[in-house]
């Protein structure tokens, strides 16, 4: 079983659309839930990540954390052309910032 | 203020060939980390690099990987004797300090575009 498990899509969407991008995670260890953003041919960078269950909001992205149940959710309001990327969702240790535990990501399409 | 800079950007290597990649952490970062992208996959940690050190390479292959920071240059990921299973992008991601607590601005690691090896 994979550590973090997300569905790889693609998920194709009209513009203005609201994206729910999920992820599972199997290690209730874990306390960083990160979701990065990649685009093609690019380094991925951080969006945003939470520490405890519940809600982080940052702009049109609102992360999402479920620890009773794993799960780890992103939701994008309005979503534009320019959000179109791959998606990933990461775990870590409080001890171990450095080895960043990643799902396989999904890849999001946003339709003009 | 220049990102996370690695080169070459695209690699082609025969089987067999030794494929060097570099990294040049983003100024003021001393900690540097390899990440390996299979086709279709997530990242995977490598190795953890600090100044001449080696910190943590639990990701590392036992066999033909090898990674290096010297005090000076960039930091350095060598593949020998590649095979097809190699072909891969590879990240380098560097921080300000050791990254340990919350992915927080002073300790968030920033990745570099990747560096795409094609073993033909």
């Known amino acids: 079983q994979k550590e973090v498990e997300q569905d790889p899509g693609p998920l194709s969407v009209p513009e203005g659309a609201i994206v729910s991008l999920n992820c599972t995670y199997s290690?209730?260890?874990?306390?960083?839930f990160m979701w990065y953003r990649q685009y093609s041919r690019k380094g991925p960078e951080l969006l945003m990540y939470?520490?405890?269950?519940g809600n982080k909001e940052d702009g049109r992205f609102t992360a999402q954390v479920d620890k009773s149940s794993k799960y780890i959710s992103l939701f994008i309001r309005d979503s534009q052309p320019s959000d179109s990327a791959t998606y990933l969702c990461?775990?870590?240790?409080?001890?171990?910032?450095?080895?960043?535990?990643f799902g396989s990501g999904t890849r999001l399409s946003i339709r003009p | 203020n220049a990102g996370v800079m690695q080169n070459p950007r695209h690699l082609v290597r025969r089987r067999g060939q030794e494929a060097r990649l570099r990294c040049s952490p983003m100024?003021?970062?001393?900690?540097v980390y390899w990440y390996r992208q299979l086709p279709e996959e997530g990242l995977k940690f490598m190795v953890y690099?600090?100044?001449?050190?080696?910190?943590?390479e639990s990701g590392m292959p036992k066999e033909r990987f090898s990674a290096e920071f010297p005090k000076e240059g960039p930091s350095i990921l060598r593949i020998q004797q590649v095979v097809r299973g190699d072909s891969a992008a590879y990240f380098c991601?560097?921080?300000?300090?050791?990254?340990?607590?919350?992915?927080?601005?002073?300790?968030?690691?920033?990745f570099g575009e990747g560096s795409w090896l094609t073993v033909v």
């Open positions: 991601a560097s921080s300000p300090s050791t990254g340990t607590g919350a992915p927080s601005s002073g300790n968030t690691i920033y």
């Open positions: 290690n209730s260890a874990f306390q960083y």
């Open positions: 939470t520490y405890s269950s």
């Open positions: 990461a775990t870590q240790f409080y001890s171990s910032a450095s080895k960043i535990i």
């Open positions: 100024k003021g970062h001393s900690h």
């Open positions: 690099l600090q100044k001449e050190n080696i910190i943590d």
